[in-house]
């Protein structure tokens, strides 16, 4: 009896044993498989070569006549370089115009700026120093500058941390000629950190000089290191004024949209993962929510634009996809990743007016690129 009962115990304990082995390898073949749906079927151009898989117009279904329309509206707009992913694949590449220096046409290698769009590329180097325990976002900005980095007394600036640089909520007065300054003196206080929202470029620099301070690397050195080099980007950052801006091809643009898309995994190696890298393309604060970390929302039920302090209802860009996100530059530096097409698209160039974040530019662009996709 003992003998049965034994064996019985043994064979029930080592099914359920098999059966819970089982339903783990399932369960963690359905969390891989979920983790990585969103970017399943993406191409990615290798790394060091000009190799670029192209995807025919004809097998997208887009419409040609709209298509010849917006080509043409295009190069009226001083657009310099336009280039169009799909899936990762190239489907546009066109290139107007003269070289920024005015030595030849524009071309692949041509290098342009991109001023504000490369916050973007800022809020995601600061999300890898912090996986890499440089930093965290709740760190108050004297931890990285120094008691006395701005104008304030110490009781009013040691409450602004790194998360309200990224947001543009650090309260510093922007009432001043030039919001790209850096310089202590410029650095005042207006309000609670977390309580006005106000596009302040000079956040973008503190932060830049926050990194540097936290990694012990230059910026330039610490984004070749961690994401240029890795995916491809030719790119260089000069002095323009007070900060430095980027330069790169077009090409290199698309690849850090690409990224984006792929959500920080380039062709099966993780540039970056985890909860902070979400968040730079969601809703940061309730002030303005179509604000991420540094990067632009669109979809969302109000907005705020540089001047502004009462929201506008509706999307930044109404004829644009409800799930795009994107950088700006001034003179239209466009980034836009759409993740439900699969789509980056990149426009470098010139733009009519002086507006920190060309918008109108923008929204002539999609009224146009909608009729274009017509539903795909």
């Not at 059966?19 to 369960?27: D, E, H, N, P, V």
């Not at 230059?218 to 290191?225: I, M, V």
């Amino acid at each position: 009896m003992r003998a049965q009962f034994q064996s019985f115990f043994f064979f029930n304990w080592t099914k359920f044993l098999w059966g819970s082995w089982a339903f783990l390898i399932f369960q963690g073949a359905i969390a891989q498989k979920s983790s990585t749906s969103s970017v399943q079927g993406l191409y990615f151009p290798p790394v060091g070569s000009s190799e670029w898989e192209k995807t025919p117009l004809q097998e997208l279904g887009w419409n040609q006549a709209a298509l010849a329309e917006l080509l043409a509206w295009l190069p009226t707009q001083d657009t310099r370089g336009f280039i169009v992913l799909k899936g990762g694949r190239i489907v546009l590449e066109e290139y107007w115009g003269s070289k920024l220096t005015g030595l030849g046409e524009m071309d692949q290698q041509s290098l342009w700026y991109w001023d504000a769009a490369s916050f973007t590329l800022t809020a995601a180097l600061t999300g890898i120093a912090q996986q890499e325990g440089f930093l965290s976002l709740k760190d108050r900005t004297q931890k990285y500058l120094g008691i006395g980095w701005s104008a304030m007394p110490d009781a009013q600036e040691k409450n602004i941390q790194l998360i309200h640089h990224l947001t543009f909520t650090t309260g510093i007065n922007d009432k001043v000629s030039n919001l790209g300054d850096t310089s202590t003196s410029n650095l005042t206080f207006l309000a609670k950190p977390g309580s006005r929202w106000s596009y302040y470029p000079a956040s973008h620099f503190l932060v830049e000089r926050v990194l540097e301070n936290a990694t012990g690397k230059s910026y330039e050195s610490y984004w070749k290191e961690k994401i240029g080099d890795k995916i491809g980007m030719k790119g260089l950052w000069q002095k323009s004024g007070q900060p430095t801006m980027l330069y790169s091809d077009t090409r290199s643009f698309a690849r850090f949209g690409l990224l984006m898309l792929a959500e920080g995994n380039w062709a099966g190696n993780s540039i970056w993962s985890g909860k902070y890298f979400k968040s730079i393309t969601q809703t940061s604060q309730k002030l303005n929510k179509s604000y991420g970390f540094f990067t632009w929302l669109n979809g969302q039920e109000s907005y705020l634009l540089p001047g502004m302090q009462q929201p506008m209802n509706g999307s930044v860009i109404p004829s644009g996809p409800e799930d795009m996100f994107f950088a700006v530059g001034k003179n239209g530096q466009f980034l836009m990743v759409i993740p439900s097409k699969q789509l980056v698209i990149v426009r470098m160039g010139g733009a009519p007016g002086d507006l920190p974040v060309p918008y109108l530019l923008m929204r002539q662009f999609w009224d146009r690129m909608s009729e274009v996709l017509q539903g795909n």
